[in-house]
């Protein structure tokens, strides 16, 4: 298996690349995120690869970071997620942004995809939310400003989905209110709704 890959950029095109390793081509598919990270034709870059072996193909999956391919791993442990989903969610969002929908139960943020409808979306975050990070995202804690375990806000000590759905009724997306409130609690454990509103909202305006 290839799992990571290091060469020139020899041709650019929509959600793929050809990348020269020591004269062999290699045809590379990527989100829009990491192809607009690349550089020019001619850039030197190093990718890491998922490699997908079927049947009747080869095909090669190339991230700019190790927190993407793992947020693209994550996404297709989902019934109906595929590689091609995968994609589409992490060209429209980071994987911070993916985390913070799953965790904040934002269906409505994962569908600004192509071709991510709500079903869809609602389904992954029905299918992921009771994973903590550690077992969600091995190897993404750098990308998480968000809480400390990946769960349903639901399943959260009191305070916090309290503050968060105050947020969210004063007109703060879900997932947005989710990671300033988060970032509320780490600096402030002991904090109860109304502190952590005040908080959130410092994040929010920062």
């Known amino acids: 298996m290839i799992a990571k890959l290091r060469?020139?950029?020899?041709?650019l095109d929509d959600g793929s690349l050809v990348l020269d390793v020591n004269g062999v081509g290699y045809l590379v598919f990527g989100s829009k995120r990491t192809l607009d990270r690349l550089g020019a034709v001619g850039s030197s870059v190093s990718l890491h690869i998922e490699t997908h072996v079927r049947e009747d193909h080869i095909h090669l999956f190339g991230f700019a970071d190790a927190s993407e391919r793992d947020c693209f791993q994550l996404l297709q442990t989902v019934q109906g997620v595929g590689a091609k989903a995968a994609l589409a969610i992490l060209s429209a969002l980071s994987p911070e942004d993916v985390l913070n929908a799953i965790a904040a139960q934002d269906k409505a943020m994962l569908t600004r995809a192509d071709g991510v409808g709500p079903k869809l979306g609602q389904r992954i975050v029905n299918e992921l939310k009771d994973k903590t990070a550690s077992i969600l995202l091995s190897g993404l804690s750098s990308a998480l400003p968000v809480a400390a375990a990946v769960a349903p806000i639901g399943a959260a000590e009191e305070p916090?989905?309290?503050?968060?759905s105050a947020l969210v009724?004063?007109?703060?997306?879900?997932s947005e209110a989710f990671a300033a409130v988060g970032a509320a609690a780490r600096k402030d454990d002991g904090a109860n709704?109304?502190?952590?509103i005040t908080a959130g909202l410092k994040e929010l305006s920062s």
């Open 7 to 11: 060469g020139v950029v020899d041709r």
């Open 160 to 164: 916090l989905p309290d503050a968060v």
């Open 169 to 174: 009724n004063l007109g703060y997306g879900r």
């Open 193 to 196: 709704v109304q502190a952590l």
